[in-house]
């Protein structure tokens, strides 16, 4: 038998062991990396101040940094949004940053353009699934599959795309609530607006008078939409906020499609905001789009971070340092286009 069996009932002689002094010894966190408790009154900017510099706490300073900079410099920042963001009340925070031109773009998937039309049209969306699965009436909202047939046959016969086609379908039907929807919010200040269908995922692809070849061809139309707006993202900001699967692989080809075709996206920051941290987001948007920038990654709920991050982006929207010469990009929707 090799080796010698150690003597656990004897402690290890500790005579002879080198030390140095603490001082010289190199540290991760230091003393005014420390948060501070706030006193009463304190505003937004002393919340973000007094946070600690430390791991999360840096991340969300890094944010509001790269969205300041992108606003004062014009370049553009996507919001990506999933179902998730709008359900938990965050589509009037991205509507006010579309008011302001801070967001220069918006792609989602489908799930959440059906819970934008349905607050902006009705007020209310998210049924009860558990109720009204076994009911068989689950996702059998006429209004909502109407706008839905309607948009996709007009993105696709107009080679709008779907996004713009809601949008408009939206503006001429009249919402009750308009000032709830991002789709609108886009639509009327003219950036571009991109719905990306996983056709079977959502509730409209249920309804017959619903057409699955303009769904889709109409949603083809919107990658190629926003792959136009990639190419324009050379230090720029995409904000992945809470889509786990399609958005993350639409950005990964989109960004493809752009480098083919030789545009540089030096200095891009992507940023991942979600529940939780998953492998498409962090792979695709974090880590593999941004070599040539940075990528960040925020974990927790979204109704509580993008309050956070729209409050700490007010007073540089209201006074930004730089005035923006470049602001606009080129829409797809544009004779320039």
């Not at 991002?182 to 200040?189: D, I, K, Q």
């Amino acid at each position: 038998m090799s080796g010698t069996t150690p003597n656990i009932e004897r402690p290890f002689d500790l005579h002879g062991l080198r030390t140095y002094d603490l001082d010289s010894r190199p540290s991760k966190v230091f003393q005014e990396d420390l948060g501070r408790p706030l006193e009463p009154g304190a505003g937004i900017e002393d919340w973000f101040d007094a946070l600690p510099r430390q791991l999360a706490g840096n991340s969300l300073r890094r944010v509001r940094y790269h969205l300041a900079r992108a606003h004062a410099e014009g370049k553009t920042v996507v919001a990506a949004l999933g179902g998730h963001v709008i359900k938990t009340g965050c589509g009037p925070y991205l509507v006010d940053w579309i008011e302001k031109g801070l967001i220069k773009a918006v792609a989602m998937n489908g799930s959440a353009a059906i819970h934008d039309f349905e607050l902006a049209f009705a007020g209310k969306t998210s049924e009860d699934v558990s109720t009204t699965l076994h009911e068989g009436t689950f996702g059998m909202a006429r209004e909502t599959a109407d706008a839905f047939a309607v948009a996709s046959r007009a993105g696709l016969e107009h080679e709008q795309g779907l996004g713009l086609a809601l949008g408009r379908y939206m503006d001429q039907a009249r919402c009750l609530h308009p000032s709830c929807s991002v789709v609108l919010a886009a639509y009327r200040a003219g950036i571009p607006c991109t719905i990306h269908v996983a056709i079977g995922t959502d509730i409209v692809h249920m309804h017959p008078h619903v057409s699955g070849a303009a769904l889709g061809e109409s949603s083809h139309l919107d990658f190629r939409h926003l792959c136009r707006v990639v190419s324009t993202m050379q230090g720029g900001v995409w904000l992945n906020l809470g889509s786990a699967v399609i958005l993350p692989e639409v950005l990964l080809k989109a960004v493809s499609v752009v480098r083919n075709f030789g545009h540089s996206l030096e200095g891009l920051v992507t940023v991942n905001l979600d529940k939780e941290s998953r492998y498409r987001s962090s792979v695709n948007v974090v880590s593999r789009p941004a070599q040539a920038g940075e990528g960040l990654e925020l974990i927790g709920h979204h109704e509580i971070l993008l309050p956070l991050l729209h409050a700490a982006m007010a007073s540089h929207l209201a006074q930004p340092r730089i005035a923006p010469e470049t602001a606009e990009i080129i829409s797809p929707f544009s004779k320039a286009a």
